[in-house]
């Protein structure tokens, strides 16, 4: 049975930090791209954050310079550090394992964690 379990989350001030976590199992978690969306009130989910099997990152223009995806094969997990938040990152962000080794999208997504609320106040 394939589990991802997220951590991490919360409330924090414009400006501030936040790291999640997202451990996985059941699944040989290396051989898989993997990737942090993030669904806004109101708004479609959007990708913002991935890491194909390699190590090589993507980043949403939104994100680019404050946010950092990474991933530790030998513990299953994978992490998105969140810097300089604003406001207009608020939302419930979700862990996602693709079912191809570099491409993620949400048409490629295998698994979905189960969503962690960030909530940035002004």
């Known amino acids: 049975q394939v589990q991802l379990v997220e951590s991490g989350g919360g409330l924090v001030q414009a400006g501030g930090s936040l790291r999640h976590s997202c451990a996985a199992s059941?699944?040989?978690?290396?051989?898989?791209?993997m990737g942090w969306f993030r669904q806004a009130p109101g708004k479609e989910r959007e990708l913002v954050a991935a890491i194909s099997s390699i190590g090589r990152t993507y980043y949403a223009d939104s994100v680019k310079g404050r946010f950092t995806i990474s991933r530790d094969n030998a513990k299953n997990t994978l992490y998105l550090q969140m810097n300089s938040l604003k406001p207009e990152d608020t939302a419930v962000y979700y862990c996602a394992i693709s079912q191809d080794s570099r491409v993620v999208g949400t048409a490629y997504v295998r698994y979905w964690g189960q969503g962690t609320q960030v909530t940035v106040s002004s």
């Open positions: 059941g699944l040989s978690f290396g051989s898989y791209a």
